[in-house]
Every structure is written in structure tokens, then in C-alpha cells.
């Protein structure tokens, strides 16, 4: 008998007639995601329902040396959730919350739980949890900490990282990490749960996790600004936290990605006569019933100053949705439009301006005719810059370009000190050029923590190293 069949067959015995499937139908969904980039496929998907039943089949494959992909909400950007031969662990029966408290300000949330449940469950109580993606009906927590998410909120509240406690994982041979403090203070050494954040599931499966909550804002204020320039968008962040100290969120769009969201998804309105160059949508939060005063007093004086063109303060919850989902639908709107080579880079916050005119510069000169549409946490310097190709021109052209365009983009990111990857992560997509471009001593580095940890390499193979 085939000994990887043999050992397919002790998986399933394992988990027994819930906790696996060979269904087509069933896993197919399974095998694409949501930009319809990579497809894959897999001999079987587990479905373990607890952190023992992980244990088994980690041990299993370990033993047998058979590799395995794990998946989460699979709304991972960077192919590393999609199998290509590989086992596909999913982790969507392991979905309950552990435990909530309000007096320890923690949650503690399985790897299956969903974004959203975990802000609902915060909610309940009085509490929130700050990670907030366009993802989150979909995304899971075992997803964003293996991904090291980051979202809207970085710079106030920091990233997936900042908000994990304590950690529980299943290590590739199968034995358990068992890290699931509370404790906000713990100088015992090394702080292994870190190994497991950002590790895009290279290092261990991860079965639950402490996360922090915060207070719930009482008072929370929209606005979006039109702008002239994106040199105007960074000083205007500056002037905004400066004077009303209470900038939770600061994301631009530039006008091409605005055009393109009316253009291809219903109810985009934009409050201005004409699409403006830049857009800001600022959202300021703090416990201060004043709030709403001190925002419009900071954005009438830099109305006055020129760093804002025209600016409209959401009148009630509705107005503000709807400038989210301009917002959201950024990466939705283009679609439609045809191939793009998207790029998730950043760079420090005052280099956002020569960045993105040295990457316009690179970017028409690769492809002329490329359309470009750049957006993005501005307040952290992460910029979603994606470069559509021209109308007219094959998408088959177009790819042949894009391996050009990527390295002159990413290029520029590196002359200005920046991140080829601020928060997608490497996969698979980056993964030749992560390994091209990081320093020797770095990847040294991880790849003594990959061997010790995975000395089989089961665990997501084809990923990051
Ligand atoms: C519309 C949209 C908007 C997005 N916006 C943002 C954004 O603003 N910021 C941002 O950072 N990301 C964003 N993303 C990317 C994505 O949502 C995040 O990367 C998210 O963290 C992935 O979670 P997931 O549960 O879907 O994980 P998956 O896609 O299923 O997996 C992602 C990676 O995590 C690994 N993994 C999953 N679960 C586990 C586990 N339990 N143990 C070990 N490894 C595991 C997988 O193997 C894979 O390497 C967006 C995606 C979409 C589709």
C-alpha cells in the first residue's frame, strides 16, 4: 500500500466521519480565493474541532513527513492558504470563545473564530477589540495572527501583535505550545508566542489566543477631505493628531480609485462636485464630548491654511458607513477593470510623497498607459499601490511586464527605506523576491528557527522560506 495513503487513512481515522471530507464540492471552495489568483488542490481536508485532535494529526504527519497546508477564512492575499498537493488543515470546527473579562480587558478566542464574532463578543460587554479589516466578516484569528494583520488602527493601537496576550499552538512534531497567559507583564525570557505571529503558519498551527480589549469609544467623528496632494495628507495627519490628539484612523484614496469604485460598485457617493486628486477619510475617536467641536475648529483652520480643499463631517452613522465603503470597495472596484500588479509596500509616513511620485515615474515608464490606483493607511505609510493595465492592451502583454514593474516599484520602496510587504505577508507570492532581497544574516536566521521547529518541513513548505 501506498504510505502516504496509509497515512491519509489514519488522518481520517483520527478525526473520525465530521472531521475530514474528499468531497470535491466540499473543498473546492477551498482550493481559490477571493482575487481568483492561484487554485490549487489537495488529496483531503481535515477538520480537527480541538487542540488535541490537532495535536494527533500534526504527530501523524510529522511521523509520515507528509506536508500540510493550513487554512483559516482564506481571505489570505498571498497564496499561502491554498494547497498545492499538500494536506489542507482547516481550522473551522475550532471556533469557540474560550473566555471573556472585563477586568482583565482579554478575550480568549479559538484559531476559527471570525473577526467580527470577536468585535461582537467585545461589544457585549462594553468593550472593543481594535483590529478592524474589510476582511473581517470572513477573516479569522488563527488568519490575522498568522498574517500579522493590520488594518485601519495600526498606528493608535498597533498591529495584530501588539494585541496578543498569550498564545496557544501545536508545534509540527505535535506537541503543544501552551502560552495562553493574560498577563500583560512576563520578562521570563524569550517571548515565544512571537515565533507564531507573522509566521504564516510555517512554524505551528495555532489553536487559540489571548487578545487584548480596549475601552469603547464613546465619541467617534468621520470627515472626508478632498486634497490636492498627498504632501498635503501627511502634514494634515501631523496638524490633526496635534490638535485633536484623537486620530484613530487616516486612510487616502487617490481619484482614479474613487472614479473606478463608482464606476464598478453600487451607492459610491462622493459629497464633492467633482472627484477630487486625493481623498482622506479621517476618523477621530476619544471619550471627550467636545470631540466633534475640536474637530471642526482643526479642520476649519486647515481649511484656511489650504491643506484641505473642501471636507464634509458625517452627520450621523449612515453618511459615515458610506464613506467607509468608499473606502473598502477600493480594491473591489478594480476588478472589473482587468490584470493588476498590486503592491502592499511601506515606507516612513514622510516618504510617502516621494514614493509615490518616484513609483508613478518607474511605473509609466514600464507600462505606459498603466492606470494607477494608490490607497491606503497613510497614517501607518502603508500604501496599496496597484497599477492596472492600459486599456487597450492584452492582459497577456501587461503580464509579461509586470515582473519589471514589480522590481522597479519595489525598487523605490527599498530607496526610501521601506517594506516590500507591510502587511499581506510574503506566501507565496513574494516569496522568490523575499528571499532575493533579505539579508543573508536575517534569513539565517529563520531558517535555524524553521529547522528546529519543523525539521520535516510539513508545515505550509512552499511558503515565505
Ligand atoms: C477585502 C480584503 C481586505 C483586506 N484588508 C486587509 C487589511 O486591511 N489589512 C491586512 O493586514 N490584511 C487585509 N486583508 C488580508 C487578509 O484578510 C488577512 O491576511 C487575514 O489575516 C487572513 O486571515 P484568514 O483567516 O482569512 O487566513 P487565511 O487566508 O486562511 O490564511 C492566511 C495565512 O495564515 C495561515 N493560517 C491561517 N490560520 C492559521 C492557524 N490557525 N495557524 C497557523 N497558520 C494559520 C495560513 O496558512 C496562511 O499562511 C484583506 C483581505 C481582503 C480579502
Known amino acids: 500500500m501506498d504510505a502516504h495513503f496509509s497515512t491519509l487513512t489514519r488522518l481520517q481515522d483520527a478525526l473520525g466521519p465530521n472531521g475530514w471530507t474528499r468531497d470535491p464540492d466540499l473543498i473546492a471552495p477551498h482550493l481559490v480565493e477571493w482575487r481568483d489568483r492561484w487554485s490549487g488542490n489537495t488529496p483531503l481536508m481535515l477538520m480537527p474541532s480541538t487542540t488535541g485532535e490537532v495535536e494527533i494529526i500534526l504527530g501523524i504527519c510529522h511521523e509520515a513527513g507528509l506536508a500540510v497546508t493550513t487554512q483559516g477564512g482564506n481571505t489570505g492575499l498571498v497564496g499561502a492558504q491554498i494547497p498545492l498537493g499538500e494536506v489542507l488543515i482547516s481550522t473551522k470546527r475550532i471556533n469557540a470563545i474560550r473566555a471573556i473579562d472585563p477586568v482583565d480587558d482579554a478575550i480568549i478566542a479559538e484559531a476559527g473564530v471570525i473577526l467580527s464574532q470577536v468585535h461582537d463578543a467585545a461589544h457585549q460587554i462594553g468593550k472593543r477589540f481594535p483590529i478592524c479589516l474589510a476582511s473581517e466578516g470572513s477573516a479569522t484569528i488563527g488568519g490575522l495572527i498568522s498574517t500579522n494583520a493590520g488594518g485601519v488602527h495600526v498606528r493608535r493601537h498597533g498591529m495584530m501583535r501588539a494585541q496578543v496576550l498569550g498564545l496557544e499552538a501545536v508545534l509540527p512534531n505535535g506537541t503543544r505550545y501552551d502560552g495562553l497567559s493574560v498577563l500583560r507583564k512576563d520578562n521570563t525570557g524569550y517571548d515565544l508566542k512571537h515565533l507564531f505571529i507573522g509566521a504564516e503558519g510555517t512554524l505551528g498551527f495555532v489553536t487559540a489566543a489571548t487578545l487584548k480589549l480596549v475601552a469603547q469609544s464613546p465619541f467617534t467623528t468621520v470627515a472626508l477631505l478632498a486634497l490636492d496632494t498627498p504632501e498635503q495628507a501627511v502634514r494634515l495627519l501631523h496638524r490633526l493628531e496635534a490638535q485633536t490628539g484623537a486620530v484613530a484612523a487616516f486612510e487616502v484614496m487617490n481619484r482614479l480609485g474613487v472614479e473606478l469604485a463608482q464606476k464598478n460598485c453600487a451607492n459610491m457617493a ?196
Open 270 to 465: 462622493v459629497p464633492f462636485g467633482n472627484v477630487p486628486k486625493w481623498l482622506a477619510l479621517v476618523e477621530f475617536e476619544g471619550p471627550d464630548p467636545d470631540l466633534a467641536v475640536r474637530v471642526e475648529t482643526a479642520l476649519m483652520a486647515a481649511m484656511e491654511e489650504g491643506l484641505v480643499q473642501e471636507g464634509v463631517v458625517a452627520q450621523n452613522q449612515m453618511q459615515a458607513k458610506s464613506f467607509w465603503a468608499l473606502r473598502e470597495n477600493m480594491s473591489a472596484a478594480q476588478k472589473p477593470e482587468g490584470a493588476a500588479a498590486k503592491h502592499d509596500v511601506s515606507v516612513p509616513v514622510s516618504k510617502i510623497p516621494a514614493f509615490l511620485v518616484q513609483a508613478d515615474q518607474a511605473a509609466r515608464q514600464i507600462v505606459p498607459g498603466c492606470r494607477i490606483v494608490a490607497f491606503g493607511h497613510c497614517s501607518d505609510g502603508n500604501i496599496h499601490y496597484d497599477v492596472i493595465q492600459p486599456q487597450g492592451v492584452s492582459a497577456q502583454s501587461f503580464q509579461g511586464l509586470v515582473p519589471a514593474l514589480n522590481e522597479a516599484i519595489h525598487d523605490v520602496v527599498m530607496s526610501l527605506n521601506g517594506s516590500i510587504s507591510a502587511e499581506h505577508g510574503i506566501g507565496v507570492s513574494r516569496r522568490e523576491e523575499f528571499l532575493r532581497r533579505e539579508p543573508a544574516s536575517h534569513l539565517a536566521m529563520m531558517r535555524a528557527i524553521k529547522a528546529a521547529l519543523d525539521p520535516h518541513n510539513i508545515m505550509n513548505p512552499r511558503v515565505l522560506l
